[in-house]
């Protein structure tokens, strides 16, 4: 790899964690959007925040942190596909971009990224959870900015309701959106 890829890649991509950065994912996100307008096909965005994460490093340190956080995007990664975007957004809130993914396999992705990152935390005694916020778009909506707001909304509201859950909508062609709460099953809207 040459200097100039070199910079490229450092440029496009969290230095910490090696996850894509924020530019890395708008731009991801911004080509999803446009394909969903064009063929109509369906994508999710999870929005993730850590719960309790400045408790690791006030007790064990920002080596441990740095460590948590390189955890967190290796586990996020086991679990999705290669077309999948996971990106740092910063401090302690991640993205992750799944193309072609409707309600139900939105649903079932969310829950087994939480399910497997409350693993990664208990194996190495980190005491921190994952709160989520899920919005998955069967028709696109008008901007990027807006579906990462209302996944960001959704993600705050399973933090004042308690934290480490997950909080699931759908967004149509009405521009109605439905709730799916964490544990039911996702309504039968899925077409991919």
Not at 8 to 28: I, M, Y
Not at 120 to 131: C, K, R
Not at 148 to 168: E, F, N, P, S, T
């Amino acid at each position: 790899m040459d200097a100039y890829e070199l910079e490229r890649r450092l440029a496009r991509s969290d230095q910490l964690t090696g996850a894509v950065n924020r530019r890395s994912f708008w731009e991801a996100a911004e080509s999803e959007l446009a394909r969903c307008r064009r063929f109509r096909h369906p994508f999710t965005v999870i929005y993730a925040d850590l719960d309790n994460f400045k408790s690791v490093n006030d007790q064990q340190g920002h080596s441990a942190g740095d460590a948590l956080l390189r955890g967190v995007v290796d586990t996020v990664v086991r679990e999705t596909r290669a077309v999948d975007v996971v990106a740092r957004l910063g401090g302690d809130e991640f993205a992750v971009l799944l193309p072609e993914t409707g309600t139900e396999s939105g649903h079932v992705v969310a829950g087994r990224i939480r399910a497997s990152l409350l693993k990664t935390m208990a194996e190495h005694g980190w005491p921190v959870s994952v709160s989520l916020g899920v919005v998955t778009c069967l028709d696109p909506p008008d901007t990027v900015d807006g579906l990462l707001q209302r996944a960001d909304d959704l993600m705050y509201a399973v933090k004042k309701g308690g934290k480490d859950g997950i909080r699931h909508e759908v967004l149509r062609a009405t521009m109605v959106a439905e709730s799916v709460a964490d544990g039911e099953p996702a309504p039968p809207l899925d077409r991919a």
